[in-house]
């Protein structure tokens, strides 16, 4: 596997720089993007695409907006991860939008309450809705569906190098916000915990043991 470690600019509206708290879990994440040409650098390249800031005398601070007009999609990963290489866009230490954060509405953990408004109840009892202060957030392309075992053979070896310690959870977006992602190991169609998730997430902490 080739790691590539091409940053985003600091400074761009999906590098902003912030710091992270410290690291809780590592979150896991499909592009869900099938196309073939969807790989690591490509999306490498997605996020960090040009945008445009305008200031706006209401707020007293910039809107940004995509270059076509429309408003702009946050969003973004440590790293993105393909079957032949993978690529970091972030410092390990920063902050990512991956993974849903008070900027989202969000779901204040109430008993017997389980809903989704952008959070789920382990976001509030892990990370008090801040998810993205203490996460680092992986991506794995979807491109190519008939090498998804070698995807996650790299990512398992990506994590034992760059992201290790059987301190972390391991956890879905899913687990916390309901988006259905990474979608190969969500399956709302049984009453258990995807065993596609299961398996994997045991590959792994075996790997780092």
Known sequence: MVINEKFIELGHP???GIKLKRVIARIWHG??????????????KYMGRKFKKIWNSKTNRYD????????FVFGGAHVYIDKDSATITAPLDEVVWG?????MPY??????IEGYKGQRKLAYTLFNNMNNSYTWNIELCMNDMNNWDK?????IEFVKIYMPGLDKYDLRHYDLTNKICPSPFVNLKIKEVDPRWVEFRNRLRSALS
């Open 14 to 16: 999906n590098r902003p």
């Open 31 to 44: 592009t869900a993007n099938f196309n073939l040409s969807a790989t690591d650098e490509m999306h490498e």
């Open 64 to 71: 940004i907006f995509e270059v076509n007009g429309k408003p």
């Open 107 to 112: 779901q204040i953990h109430t008993p017997n």
């Open 99 to 103: 993974c849903g954060d008070r900027q």
């Open 151 to 155: 995807v996650l053979d790299n990512a």
